[in-house]
């Protein structure tokens, strides 16, 4: 069974930085996208950035691109999300994702999509909060 706990998160000012980190375990498939979503009151989940385990190809949303980063340790089955130059915009619960997939083309799209339905293992997120 395939388990995920995000860490990482809190109370940061408008510019400031935060990296979640979401560590993975009971994944049994050598082919695997981990990403990264995020859910403000009232608004839909949507993705946020997302990592394929057999090349580290990422995606980024365009609201973060240039300030979010996604990284993988493999040797502490972890993946972060290094956020910088956050907005209050960016306040919001952040779950990490995994879903895993032998087809090549088919794992690239789910990170490209980034469909939170296409995710079937889901962590229990973590809040961020951009204020002053």
């Known amino acids: 069974q395939v388990q995920l706990v995000e860490s990482g998160g809190g109370l940061v000012q408008p510019g400031g930085s935060l990296r979640l980190s979401c560590e993975v375990s009971g994944f049994t498939s050598d082919y695997y996208a981990i990403g990264w979503f995020r859910q403000a009151p009232g608004k839909e989940r949507e993705g946020v950035s997302c990592i394929s385990s057999n090349d580290g190809s990422t995606y980024y949303a365009n609201s973060v691109l240039g300030r979010f980063t996604i990284s993988r340790d493999n040797a502490k089955n972890t993946v972060y999300l290094q956020m910088n130059s956050l907005k209050p915009e960016d306040t919001a619960a952040y779950y990490c994702?995994?879903?895993?997939?032998?087809?090549?083309?088919?794992?690239?799209?789910?990170?490209?999509?980034?469909?939170?339905?296409?995710?079937?293992?889901w962590g229990h997120g973590t809040q961020v909060t951009v204020s002053s």
């Open positions: 994702a995994a879903e895993d997939e032998n087809d090549l083309a088919l794992l690239f799209r789910l990170c490209v999509l980034s469909r939170p339905a296409d995710f079937g293992s």
